[in-house]
């Protein structure tokens, strides 16, 4: 009990430190600081997306950027509802946009990163943007995005929020997502590029090359987000950045089911593991946010038998509602979502045993197949 108790203050003081980072850096926004138009390449890979292909299209077609400087590559990844056969005819209709099957190539990779990766491939955009099928952004996304290429500038990370209507269990998910978001953004506006979504990044072409692409991450189901990240934070020297203007945010939907949910963040918590090999500090901020959440859960049940532990789960809570809180009410103002902070609340609740469960599940998270 002693042991694990210094073992739970010093992970606990790295949480808090980390959350103190997080938050901090919300108040260093940087600001778009470019006027050039370079050439930019879209990049979405699909598998099953029939649903969502039509106003994601309609939506890229009304970009406020000029036609013949942006270019939109869809690759299919094995869809079976007919998304490539629809592509293909929508192809014949716009000037600027291009299909391919990862069935007619073939890759080194597997899953989403072989759809991106002959994207990529087939690209002759300077810069890479991108998204998913399921995302929605304004007309002047494009635009937004570009004008943080300054030309020290390799990468840009754009916000990408939930979307939600009266269910609880949306709202927790847009809330969840937000508060990731003020991690990544937060952390990097202080010097750490310790977070992203695949859902709305963009890079250049030459910095994805100079970080051999996907090859750190080829044997993973995932890894073209975070752990990609990493790798390429360390094979350039060019900065990655924040995009903190509006004009770059986009929004996408939420898991329908609960089933759903727990997939996606199993898959997504796999990576940390991970992350050992390429970010040892991030690693251990990732070990610190489990041993906090599992302490305060332990020393409130052991409260119970032992009456002096209530002190430290007292300690551990206060430290973690005060941090956690001040960060999602900055989070909630920066992103436009102050309605959220209701949510706060219930999530907080749910949270410690959430992160303790999703940790354990994590173990199969490499298992799970991309849609």
């Given at each position: ?13 790295i949480y808090?430190i ?24 879209i990049?979405?890979a ?33 869809s ?45 955009g300077?810069l ?29 990370i ?6 939600y ?82 004009d ?13 949910f ?10 940390a593991s ?44 206060l ?12 989070a ?40």
């Amino acid at each position: 009990m002693i042991l694990f108790f210094f073992v739970s203050i010093f992970f606990v003081a790295i949480y808090v430190i980390a959350l103190v980072l997080f938050f901090t850096g919300l108040f260093r926004p940087v600001l778009p600081n470019s006027n050039k138009t370079p050439l930019v390449s879209i990049i979405i890979a699909v598998k099953n997306e029939m649903e969502n292909l039509s106003e994601i299209l309609s939506l890229l077609i009304l970009q406020n950027y000029p036609k013949n400087l942006h270019e939109i590559i869809i690759v299919d990844n094995g869809s079976t509802d007919g998304s490539y056969q629809f592509l293909l005819e929508y192809q014949k209709r716009i000037t600027n946009l291009q299909c391919f099957s990862t069935n007619d190539f073939k890759s080194k990779y597997k899953y989403k990163k072989a759809a991106l990766d002959l994207g990529i491939q087939k690209s002759k955009g300077d810069l890479i943007l991108s998204t998913d099928a399921d995302c929605r952004m304004g007309k002047n996304w494009i635009k937004g995005i570009v004008k943080y290429f300054c030309d020290d500038v390799d990468m840009v990370i754009g916000f990408s929020g939930v979307s939600y209507n009266k269910s609880i269990f949306q709202k927790l998910q847009s809330f969840d997502f937000l508060m990731l978001m003020a991690a990544a953004q937060g952390s990097l506006n202080n010097g750490f590029s310790w977070g992203c979504s695949g859902q709305n990044i963009a890079f250049r072409k030459q910095a994805f090359c100079n970080a051999n692409g996907y090859e750190s991450v080829k044997k993973l189901k995932g890894g073209d987000d975070v752990l990609f990240l990493l790798n390429f934070t360390k094979m350039n020297n060019g900065k990655i950045v924040f995009a903190s203007h509006s004009d770059s945010w986009i929004k996408n939907k939420p898991e329908k089911s609960y089933t759903d949910f727990i997939r996606q963040r199993m898959r997504w918590a796999s990576e940390a593991s991970f992350s050992r090999h390429i970010s040892l500090t991030l690693y251990i901020v990732s070990i610190a946010t489990l041993i906090t959440n599992f302490s305060l859960l332990f020393f409130f049940i052991a409260s119970f038998f032992i009456p002096i532990v209530w002190k430290l789960f007292f300690i551990i809570f206060l430290l973690k509602i005060v941090w956690e809180g001040a960060l999602s009410y900055k989070a909630t103002k920066v992103y436009n979502q102050k309605s959220l902070l209701k949510i706060f609340p219930i999530w907080f609740i749910f949270d410690s045993p959430y992160v303790v469960v999703m940790s354990i599940l994590s173990i199969f998270g490499n298992r799970i197949k991309w849609r």
